[in-house]
Every structure is written in C-alpha cells, then in structure tokens.
C-alpha cells in the first residue's frame, strides 16, 4: 500500500508540472530525462535494496532538491512554484520514511537483510559512475535538508554524515568547476 500511495503521488507531481510547464509556455520534450534511477532499479532484485536505493537514496535527495527549490522559488517571488515545491516535499517525507521504518524493522527481524542493502548500494554507486563519468561536473548536488530528513526518518547521526558528505562533494564540484 505504502509503494501504490508512492505511485499515485509521483503521478501527481507529474501532472502538476507537466501542468506549469506548458502554463509558462514550455512543452514535454523541451528537456532531456534521464531514465537513469528507472534503469538502475530494475537491475536490484531485492525489495531492501530498491528501498535503500531508489527511497532512501534518490528519494531523500529529491526532498533536500525539493526544499532547496522551494525556498529559491519563494524567494524570487515565485509563489506558484514554491507551493507546489512545499506540497512535493509532504509527501516525499513520508516516501522516504516509509522506506526507513520498513528497513529497519527487516533488518531486525533478519540481519541479512543489511547485506542485500550493501549489495543494492555497490550496484548504485557503481551505476552513477559509470553515468556521470563524463559530466560530473554538471551534476546539482543540494544541500542536505537536515529538518526534513529527520522528519523523514534518518537518525541524527545518519543526516549528520549526509551533510557533511554533501557539504565536501559540493566543494569538490566547484573546485573541478573551476578553471
Ligand atoms: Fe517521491
């Protein structure tokens, strides 16, 4: 149930900005996607792992992209965008905590489970190598939205270690970014 209030949500936040984009005159096609998290997943043949992936991972960053987002939009005046930014955030809080409650209630239960995790994880960091090896430099990386992400579920100490990582793989961007 938890996975099919997921889908219908993603839908909805598809329509929504499919929905403003051609309201601001844009139209799908306009840019490239990247099927990239779709493509990956299906390469993960445990639950655990998709969840520690795709929720836990992308998920999580789509909330710290989603809060960044909304406060830039609410900032330029963009009120439209920034609501819809704020309703996103909702419902990815509860998709990423979801997936934190179910991991470690299975972990519990079958300490197995974390090897499957670390399995899914290598399959991932190897994965965004290989896609970002030529333009790692153009790669977003926000910052880690640490009130959300304890909403979401995360240990202090886990938003702690995401925040400094992400803290040094900015700094790192802008270094390479630098000529
Ligand atoms: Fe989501």
Redesign the pocket.
Known sequence: MWLAR?CA??SRHALAYHRLLRARGGRFGDYPVLNFQYKLLGRIATLAGRLAVQNRTF?AE?LDAAVFGAAEARELGDDVLADMFESQVG??IV?VRFANEWIKAAVKKNPRVVLEIATALTLGSKAFEWVFADGGSEVTKYPVAEQERLRAGFDSSEVEVSADMSRSRREDLLRRQQP
Request: no cysteine.
């Open positions: 997921q949500d993603e998920e789509g419902d990815e998709h």
